[in-house]
């Protein structure tokens, strides 16, 4: 299978490889896919207090096409706002990278460990509220 | 020992799937090439030297093929390749038999071509019971002894497993088949040439033999076919008759003539090359375990042939190594660069895991895989199988100490 130049730059050189600290209330964290279905990518986000994701990291278990997906949108969502990071959609990743058909799933599974990483941010953020309020 | 210690330019990757095919061996290129050129006459041909000519290397070949197995060279069919000679043999002792009898077994962790072949015979009709095999890829006697019934006409197990290596117990397997007078058929694809294999000794009734998995050329096989008992076939192919009718078609001379060539050579290297590749497999391995944790071997390793390895890298997906591993050339038990993302139904059956079922890898090592090859290799699984651990969510979490089975995990 021939891949794109981009794809094997981003699986040669993945950015953001790590982890942040789960329990902190600032990091969102998105664990999707399945071992037995040969892919599952971790993803995490920080947000500012300006509401600008300033940290995104990931690790993933898969094909090149998964660890290229999720070490682009970690990239990608820097910088963005996280109502701005919600709207990637798997299609530009997959555009982008230039993924053969049957990887497609890759980054569907990318922009669904995003997802999972905003909600949940929000739910801890949901979850602050009323501790602020009280004060 | 052959002098040829290199056949592979050093642009190349290291070649290490010696199951898929194998280059073929420079002695056999030789003695083919003047059936290429003037010595290109018809076997067929009887009213001419050139006829007669080709004729005598075709039925020279046949004998070397015949001693390499321990039969009669009466008892050898040239075919075009394994498949054709699986698809001959079981299609053809089911359809000559039917009115009788009509029941096959086979093992679930068979080529695709003894699958396929009896998946068409039970549209036809017939009834095929697909053996399981243990965790380690062998056989249980007592599960086979069992399925066998008054209509059952033949048995179909391998010799050798093309992802796993493993070496099926065929003289017991034959014995089996001999009391209840049932034929017996194995595909030794991987098995002619890599281990000792002995016709009469195994009760072996029809066995399938591929040219370029023995440093043969591609495009041409054998089929076996046992005269006492007799076994009786219908033809697959129809036409001039060539081949005791069984099948019909021009003989590629230079085929046959370089598949009796690696036959030969491997009658008389098999023991010293067995060795060999058992000390490659062990370095292999120990060069592996020495720096990497968490690595299974698929497959019974004593019951296997040397020259195979198929391992699970836990936490670690098999496309996603081969692509880090740009200068080596194995294949993946993950499939995953398939179509279908199903990882192997051979592993599956011997029970593995499906996630580490897609860490596996197979690595063949063969006739022209050398020390420093082997050590080249361990070096960049390790590096790769490191790095890509180091950016594994799974392998985070086993390091933490969390059970990845206790994760409810949303599948997709």
């Known amino acids: 299978m021939a891949y794109s130049e981009k794809l094997i730059d981003h699986y040669e050189n993945p950015r953001n490889i790590g982890s942040l600290d789960k329990n902190a209330e600032d990091v969102g964290t998105g664990l999707v896919g399945a071992p037995a279905c040969g892919d599952v990518m971790k993803l995490q986000i920080k947000v500012g207090p300006d509401g600008l994701i300033e940290d995104a990291k990931f690790k993933t278990f898969g094909c090149g096409s998964a660890i290229a997906s999720s070490s682009l949108v970690t990239e990608w969502v820097k910088g963005k706002t996280v109502d701005e990071a919600e709207t990637i959609k798997n299609t530009d990743i997959a ?30 953020a949901k979850k602050e509220e009323p501790k602020e309020a009280a004060e | 020992m052959t002098a040829i210690t290199q056949i592979r330019r050093n642009d190349q990757p290291i070649y290490l799937d010696y199951q898929a095919t194998t280059p073929m061996d420079p002695r056999v290129l030789e003695v083919m090439m003047p059936y290429f050129t003037h010595k290109f006459g018809n076997p067929g041909s009887r009213s001419h030297a050139y006829g007669w000519e080709a004729e005598e290397a075709v039925e020279k070949a046949r004998g070397q093929i015949a001693k390499l197995i321990g039969a009669d060279e009466k008892e050898v069919i040239y075919t075009s390749g394994a498949t054709e ?33 009896c998946r068409h015979l039970e549209q036809q ?36 497993n093309n992802e796993i290596g493993v070496i099926q117990p065929l003289a017991e397997i034959g014995k089996i088949c001999r009391e209840h007078k049932v034929f017996f058929h194995t595909d030794a694809a991987q098995a002619a040439g890599k281990i000792p294999l002995d016709v009469e000794a195994m009760n072996i009734d029809l066995m399938s033999i591929s040219g370029h998995k023995i440093y043969g050329p591609k495009g041409i096989g054998a089929l076996y076919v046992r005269r006492k008992p007799r076994v009786r076939l219908v033809a697959m192919i129809y036409g001039g008759g060539q081949e005791r009718g069984f099948r019909s078609g021009t003989l590629p001379t230079p085929l046959c003539v370089g598949l009796g060539e690696a036959c030969e050579i491997a009658t008389k290297e098999m023991g010293a090359e067995a060795k060999r590749l058992a000390k490659l497999q062990e370095r292999m391995l120990k060069g592996l375990r020495a720096k990497l944790t968490d690595i299974v071997v698929n497959g019974d390793l004593e019951q296997r042939i040397p020259g195979n390895l198929n391992i699970s890298f836990a936490y670690v997906e098999g496309e996603s190594l081969m692509m880090g591993i740009k200068n080596l050339s194995v294949s993946s038990g993950s499939a995953c660069t398939s179509a279908s993302l199903e990882p192997s139904y051979v592993l599956r059956a011997l029970g593995v895991e ?27 699984l390790v590096r790769h199988v490191t790095k890509l651990r180091a950016m594994s969510p799974l392998w985070e979490m086993a390091q933490e100490g969390i059970d990845l089975k206790s994760i409810e995990w949303a599948a997709h």
């Not at chain 1, 669904?112 to 941010?121: C, F, G, L, Q």
């Not at chain 2, 499906?354 to 960049?380: K, N, P, Q, W, Y």
Request: glycine share 4%; aromatic share 4%; hydrophobic share 45%.
């Open chain 1, 95 to 124: 555009r982008h990278l230039a993924l053969p058909p049957v990887k497609i799933h890759c980054s569907v599974l990318a922009e669904d460990a995003i997802k999972a990483a905003i909600a949940d941010y929000r739910a801890k």
């Open chain 2, 354 to 380: 499906e996630e580490m079922a897609h860490t596996s890898l197979r690595i063949g090592l063969g006739r022209f895989t050398t020390e420093h090859e082997v050590d080249t290799a361990v070096d960049e």
């Open chain 2, 85 to 117: 000679s699986n698809n001959l043999a079981i299609r053809g002792v089911a359809e000559f038999y039917k009115d009788r009898k009509n029941h096959i077994i086979t093992t679930v962790t068979e080529h695709k071509c003894v699958l396929d072949t």
């Open chain 2, 125 to 160: 009709g017939f009834e095929v019971t697909y053996l399981p095999v243990q965790q380690n890829g062998l056989l249980d006697l007592d599960v086979l002894r069992a399925a066998i019934t008054d209509k059952t006409v033949l048995v179909s197990v391998m010799a050798v």
